[in-house]
């Protein structure tokens, strides 16, 4: 398990390797609206914004699919939050980076 933190008025983290079956958490200080999320080829990455954990497969995660793939969702009620906390886990080893969408 990796885990990574976006500090206050920074952008996000990028180009990290998933370990098969393992979570990763990108912890960004700043309140954001919403999250893009994206990777390189590779196997499909299985993601959460709400600090929760995914499960490969899982109901409750967002997906991105094997191919190249960009996905921003937007984040309710951020400013009620801490922090965004995005937490991965794929079944491969993908590249990963996520980022601040939008201020």
Do not use: C, W
């Amino acid at each position: 398990m990796a885990s990574y933190s976006v500090a206050t008025h920074k952008i996000g983290a990028y180009a990290k390797t998933l370990t098969a079956a393992t979570v990763d958490t990108v912890t960004f200080a700043d309140y954001l609206q919403a999250v893009e999320v994206s990777k390189e080829e590779g196997a499909a990455i299985y993601f959460t914004i709400d600090g929760s954990t995914p499960t490969v497969g899982g109901e409750g995660a967002y997906f991105l699919p094997a191919s190249a793939a960009v996905r921003v969702i937007d984040i309710p009620n951020s400013n009620e939050r801490p922090a965004t906390v995005v937490k991965l886990i794929s079944a491969g080893t993908p590249t990963y980076s996520v980022a601040k969408a939008r201020e």
